[in-house]
């Protein structure tokens, strides 16, 4: 699987690895160690696509052309060290060269540290998109903050998780430019006196770049990532001297704060002062550089619009909409419809959620103390934006009260979703369902307002990470039926693979290929859990963040029925499963901690007891990251996607799985519906309530309990959570019988006799890899190139700068 290369000979290769240890690492090959070794090799990779970049860079600065800048909170960039390898071509010279010197590459591999700085499905997508940018050769910049820890580091103790901070740039990240001579001054608090903003404390927001080369072409673009830093006068040398060491210290640590920890929830508002102000910095850092970026190439501000798209990833950097505008007012001079004009034409905004607790508000006293002037903006924003309301509906105060950007009550709010849709050109959902839920529901008086600002694009994957790198064997397969590799950057073409599926031969590698990656992923289970996978068991798997509307209690209310079968002997038409969860939760979001608890109870039920294990295996791989999905997905024969419908806004999981060949069973939520579609209902397993039937039932007044009492094996399956372990789990039965918020017990029979269909469809292999195989074929669309493409023709409407 090689990609052209720069046509770097091996023994230049080794010469420039041994050249980057020397003057780099300052040390011999003698006495290195293996993260020596490590570094330097990643900056001989790294050499590579500098030079790349630096003709990249060239390019885009004699044709001026139009960039997007991604604003995003998260990022969930992966290894760095075999993607780099892979893009660059110079996988086999990189292996002669250690083999050479007697080193194993696996070994350094094992030394490349993911930045996780992300939680879930937007940062991976954020990652997804910067990596489909890259190599569809559009002029991009990817904006974020450098956490100093990322996502935490999960493990369990008695079954519930533990969290362990995530340093991982303790030993350095050879991936990195920093540019501290390149130091933006942020402000908070303060006061405003006549429209003039006069902060009370500045930070320093310091960058540094990470390159991202597309995938079988020259473009590399940047992510650049900003870290807090106090200013040179902030160490207070007079408490030191008194031997006041800590408050000495105290201006430093609260600057610095701001970039210390990613905030690890998911999908849920957590309104706190420094996530507030992280959020300021990210926007007013990165504006400040597309500002500095523009001016490069062009003077005054009429070309600016044309030059420049901002995408805002969800909530988190829509502050960037009042920046923005205080930029252009108060620094630049510009009045005020002229300055609205070019924020309306420059900002777009992606909604990722329908939960409306997860679209953030903050309350406007916290607003007005943290950030004056951005504050009086958001009221002069909101008082034009009224009068365009009223003169569309008038006299309808109704409207007015739903549209505001300002929530009166319970609290004055900030409503910043709303901020975002009135300050952009575009806004989209991330699935055709979620889109279209976004203009009925959570969205809907703007969308009656202006219909043509709301677009759909469903997100994609990278087929480099999740394919080629991931599953090298299927992507080996693959590229010798179609005959090449160039599928990897134009995934339609998997339809070619449509026809194998009726090769039985080619069906016969298909399973092989599932069976050596379930092999490898048993080995990892065993090795991390302890727990002993069969290699020929269906690998059945739910990896995703936890979370109650995911529905993972569902998966394990299923694994319980299973036991009950099993211990009363009715075996027929059981299937042997390896249950595989992945996932982190919030650390404290204490209903979904306890579903994990559950789920690893139930574990060591199933794992201990033979005439159980016979059937079903469970293993909770912990830490779920990039690099563990890269070798669960492979494996996977049945990928669960079980939330209420309704409520997931698309999902990713699903795509990756599909593509890889594994078959899902799930409901009408997302963008399961899509990959339904596509994939076809015969290879598909679905069940369950659709959004509508879902909202329904709860209007119609819903009671679990009745659920419970007219189904006996769901009465078993509940009685059976609240004695477990002692019925330390009893709240979680508890919950289900008098709340069950996502309808868990409304689906459970569906979801039941969902799963016996899938076990009677594995019993024949033959058909279920066909069905594999069709999965695999029809799932190209959910590719992030097309999703880039998708943005570029409908919102950003940005010409692709191949390198001249
Ligand atoms: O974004 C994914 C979706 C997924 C959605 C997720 C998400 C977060 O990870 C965090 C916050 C948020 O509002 C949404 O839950 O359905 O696939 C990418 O669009």
Redesign the pocket.
Known sequence: MTVANDGVPADEFETDLLRNLAHQRGTTRQSASAQDIYQALALTVRDRLVDRYVKTAATYYETNPRFVYYLSAEYMLGKQLPQNLLYSGLQNQARDALEKLGLDPAELEDLDVEPGLG????GR?AACILDALATEDIPAVGYGIRYDLGIFKQTFEDGAQVERPDDWTFYGNPWEFAAPDDQQPVGFYGKVEDGKWTPDEIVLGEPSHMLVPGYGTQTVNLIRLWRARASRASFDLSRFGEGRYGEAVDAIVRSENISKVLYPD??TELGRELRLKQQHFLVTCALRDIVRRYRLRNTGWDAFTEKVTIQLN?THPVMAVAELMRVLLDEEGLDWDRAWLIVRGTFAYTC??LLPE?LETWPVALVERLLPRHMEIIYLINFHFLQEVEQAYPGDTGRLRELSIIQEEPERRVRMAHLAVVGAKAVNG?AELHSKLLRETTLRPFAELWPERFHNVT?GVSPRRFMLIANPRLTGLISSRLGDHDWLRDLDRLSELEPAADDSAFRDQWREVKRANRRDLARYARAVTGVALDPDAMADVMIKRFHEYKRQLLRVMHVITLIHRIRRGETAGLVPRSVIFGGKAAPGYYAAKRIMRLANAVADVVNGDQQLSAYVRMAFLPNYNVSGAELIIPAADLSEQISLAGK?????SNMKLALNGALTIGTLD?ANVEIRDRVGADNFFLFGLDAGQAVALKQAGYRPRSWYEADWELRETIDFIATIDGGALREVADDLLNRDEYLTLADYRAYIECQDEVAHAWEDRDAWTRMSILNAARSGFFSADRTVRDYGREIWHTPAVPEA
């Open positions: 939680n879930g499905g937007l997508l998911d999908s969800d990722h959620t997860a991330v997100n997931e806004a698309s999902g990713t997302g």
